[in-house]
């Protein structure tokens, strides 16, 4: 695949991402974790602070995408490499951080 290629298809990918890690930061009730799954405003003790932290775990799991777009421009085996261990090692990171968030400030 051509560098660019990969970036053309990454950069969005890794928005989508970076996107949902904003939406939960400033959004007014409660960031939910699954599709289709709701969190009430009366589980949550603290709102905005569930919400930041629940964008900054977005955020976070969006870097390694982000940095796998822009490395395919020089290395497109690293990129892939990197790409497939973002998914493989984050999302089940991804899972443990939001279980950690939800625990951390249930009411």
């Known amino acids: 695949m051509e560098q660019a290629e990969w970036l053309f298809i990454m950069a969005p990918c890794s928005a989508v991402f970076t996107a949902i890690g904003i939406y939960a930061w400033h959004r007014k009730k409660p960031m939910w974790f699954w599709s ?12 905005p602070a569930y919400n930041r932290a629940n964008g900054r775990m977005w955020i976070i ?8 777009a822009f490395l395919g421009l020089w290395n497109d085996v690293a990129a892939l490499i990197l790409l497939i261990a973002g998914f493989v090692i984050g999302l089940p990171l991804l899972v443990a951080a939001y279980r950690r968030i939800y625990e951390k400030y249930k009411a």
């Open 36 to 47: 289709g799954s709701t969190v009430e405003e009366s589980e949550i003790a603290d709102i």
């Open 61 to 68: 799991f969006s870097l390694p995408l982000w940095l796998s």
